[in-house]
């Protein structure tokens, strides 16, 4: 029997950080792929990532696939809070 896991889904259930740069100050600033933003350790500004559409936004299975508290986590970071 093989075990089914969507790769889309890996960056939410194993997230990595990733360097984005500050657009106030030009600082690297590390947000994690299950994150869209940051705040800049030497200006203090928000720092987000832009990114584009992930599976959690359109697979009818996304809840179940990463776990209802990270779906949901994520829903809430998209909408702006």
Same mark, same amino acid.
């Given at each position: 029997?093989?075990?089914?896991? +969507?790769?889309?889904?890996?960056?939410?259930?194993?997230?990595?950080?990733?360097?984005?740069?500050?657009?106030? +100050?030009?600082?690297?600033?590390?947000?994690?792929?299950?994150?869209?933003?940051?705040? +800049?350790?030497?200006? =203090?500004? /928000?720092?987000?990532?832009?990114?584009?559409?992930?599976?959690?936004?359109?697979?009818?299975?996304? /809840?179940? +696939?990463?776990?209802?508290?990270?779906?949901? =986590?994520?829903?809430?970071?998209?909408?702006? =809070?």
């Amino acid at each position: 029997m093989m075990i089914f896991e +969507c790769p889309g889904s890996s960056r939410f259930k194993q997230p990595a950080p990733e360097g984005v740069k500050c657009a106030s +100050c030009g600082e690297e600033v590390e947000i994690w792929t299950d994150e869209t933003e940051a705040i +800049c350790p030497k200006c =203090k500004s /928000k720092v987000t990532r832009q990114g584009g559409q992930s599976c959690l936004d359109w697979c009818k299975y996304a /809840k179940d +696939c990463v776990g209802e508290e990270r779906y949901n =986590k994520y829903i809430k970071n998209r909408k702006g =809070k």
